[in-house]
Nanobody, 127 residues
Framework: QVQLVDSGGGLVQAGGSLRLSCAASGRTFRGYVMAWFRQALGKEREFVGGIRWSGGSTFYADSVKGRFTISRDYAKNTVYLQMNSLKPEDTAVYYC????????????????????WGQGTQVTVSS
């Protein structure tokens, strides 16, 4: 049984940084795609970025490109989301997601394409 545990959220001022963690367990994740989504109050869950576990290629939404970085630690089975230059519009609950289906190119960008989810961690950016 795959389990994902998100952590690292908090309150930060605009321009600040946070690093989120997603600890994965339950199996090996070779061939998986791991991703981060976020959901602001009253809005749909949206893709933030993703990483192909085996090759390490990363992909980002345009809104975070150049500010956010995804990485993974094989030994710890953990995926990270480093968020820099945070803006108030980045305020949301952030979720880690995983799926065993890996497209030929890129990563899935729709929430419905992921079978496993973390519980979410709140990120609040004050102006």
């Amino acid at each position: 049984q795959v389990q994902l545990v998100d952590s690292g959220g908090g309150l930060v001022q605009a321009g600040g940084s946070l690093r989120l963690s997603c600890a994965a367990s339950g199996r090996t994740f070779r061939g998986y795609v791991m991703a981060w989504f976020r959901q602001a109050l009253g809005k749909e869950r949206e893709f933030v970025g993703g990483i192909r576990w085996s090759g390490g290629s990363t992909f980002y939404a345009d809104s975070v490109k150049g500010r956010f970085t995804i990485s993974r630690d094989y030994a710890k089975n953990t995926v990270y989301l480093q968020m820099n230059s945070l803006k108030p519009e980045d305020t949301a609950v952030y979720y880690c997601a995983a799926d065993s289906r890996s497209p030929t190119i890129g990563v899935q960008r729709m929430a419905g394409e992921y079978g496993y989810w973390g519980q979410g961690t709140q990120v609040t950016v004050s102006s």
